[in-house]
């Protein structure tokens, strides 16, 4: 499977988003990109200084939050598409899903300027919605864990 990023497969309507959106020249541009075997998905970046918690050298829990949430729906809409037997291509154009519930346990701080990945598996693929388990890692330990229950949208959302 080549490695390509699920928030390149966006709509054109839906690529605007700030943590994720290709389309958003001031966002972030996270990314996340399938396992060679599709069970998993994966996103890599290290936090700007600028998005610091309370204390300097620790990423702000609001930013862990925000690559949860970006990571969350595009690893579910990956899963979806591909439990209906899809590949994903540079042609794709994918369904959306949005966050309708995102849970999450800090567990240590996050160390600004280390590379911070967070991975996604599915726990439950439904008719309109799935569930996806993430972990998020810096420096070999996990920092925290989420759970997602992200549903499918409409186009004309």
């Known amino acids: 499977m080549k490695k390509i990023s ?3 497969t966006y709509g054109e309507r839906f690529r605007h988003c700030w943590g994720c959106g290709p389309a958003n020249e001031s966002g972030l541009h996270l990314q996340s990109v399938p396992s060679e075997d599709g069970s998993k998905v994966t996103c890599t970046f290290i936090p700007d200084k600028a998005y610091t918690g309370g204390v300097p050298d620790n990423l702000f ?30 042609e794709t154009v994918i369904g959306r899903f949005i966050t309708a519930r995102l849970e999450v346990d800090f567990k ?23 569930i996806v388990l993430m972990e998020m890692e810096a420096k070999g330990e996990v920092r925290a864990r989420a759970r997602m229950v992200a549903v499918k949208v409409k186009d004309t959302m």
């Open 6 to 8: 699920i928030q390149n």
């Open 61 to 90: 829990g609001g930013m862990i939050a925000v690559a949860f949430d970006c990571h969350g729906t595009a690893s579910a809409a990956f899963f979806f598409h591909r439990n209906k037997g899809l590949e994903l291509t540079e």
């Open 108 to 130: 240590k701080p996050v160390p600004m300027g280390e590379t911070v990945t967070v991975t996604a598996e599915p726990e439950e693929i439904g008719e309109r919605k799935v």
